[in-house]
């Protein structure tokens, strides 16, 4: 395998890594160790570090490698607020618009069907794996969806952020029933073209989701999930 490729292969495989959590924060990550595992050597290795550091998922330490990005309880804060901006106007735009897009109208209320199928069903892994499937769906296609160019390419960019912090959010289970109703409020709103309900679906689903994050943080027993917390 080339370099290049090796390189996109060790990047490729961190990030999924680090974003569904299997890669803690605040986790070690030795190139000796990285290498080890998928057979590279550390040239492709290291790019691979310093693309993930360059997407602020790695943190690189002189003469300590690198580790996984930790948690802040102010990044979470900083991230949640710039969300908060950037999605409510995002949700208010694809719901105002919506009737001028029959595909897009047909999609959302697609996927909320599939939000409500899944809220009479009794819980399963299977479930909770569908319900990230229909979210993933539902957030692309507001990306999608966003007439403006420069915002739709943030709410892309803020994503990886968004996703590793998934499980955290997730880790109770009661979290998941809590924002499968947040999701369908959403989308209810979008398809029925009510910018402001919309908007403000979209605030209340995360001023939750970033609730549940920091007393996961702040509080982290019984949660499941490892963390490394940084106060500042």
Do not use: W
């Not at 499937?133 to 957030?139: C, G, L, N, T, Y």
């Not at 398809?191 to 994050?213: E, S, V, W």
Request: aromatic residues 4%.
């Amino acid at each position: 395998m080339a370099a290049d490729s090796k390189s996109d292969f060790v990047y490729a495989q961190l990030k999924r890594d680090i974003l569904t959590g299997e890669l803690s924060p605040g986790e070690s990550l030795s190139v000796i160790g990285v290498s080890e595992r998928f057979a590279a050597s550390r040239t492709p290795v290291r790019q691979a570090l310093l693309r993930l550091e360059a997407e602020g998922l790695v943190s690189l330490i002189d003469r300590q490698g690198a580790r996984v990005a930790p948690i802040s309880i102010q990044g979470v804060r900083d991230l949640f607020e710039l969300r908060m901006m950037l999605e409510s106007a995002a949700m208010r735009m694809v719901a105002d618009g919506i009737d001028a897009s029959p595909p897009a109208k047909k999609a959302f209320a697609e996927i909320l069907d599939a939000f409500d199928l899944l809220a009479g069903q009794e819980p399963s892994d299977e479930r909770r794996t569908r319900f990230y499937e229909f979210a993933e769906a539902f957030d692309q296609a507001v990306i999608a969806r966003t007439r403006n160019a420069h915002l739709a390419r943030s709410l892309g960019e803020l994503r990886p952020h968004s996703a590793r912090l998934r499980t955290i959010a997730h880790s109770r289970p009661e979290r998941l029933e809590t924002s499968l109703a947040e999701h369908r409020a959403m989308c209810r709103a979008i398809r029925d073209r009510d910018g402001g309900a919309a908007a403000d679906a979209c605030a209340n689903h995360l001023t939750q989701t970033q609730r549940t994050i920091l007393d996961a943080v702040i509080d982290p027993v019984g949660s499941g999930v490892p963390i490394q917390l940084i106060t500042t």
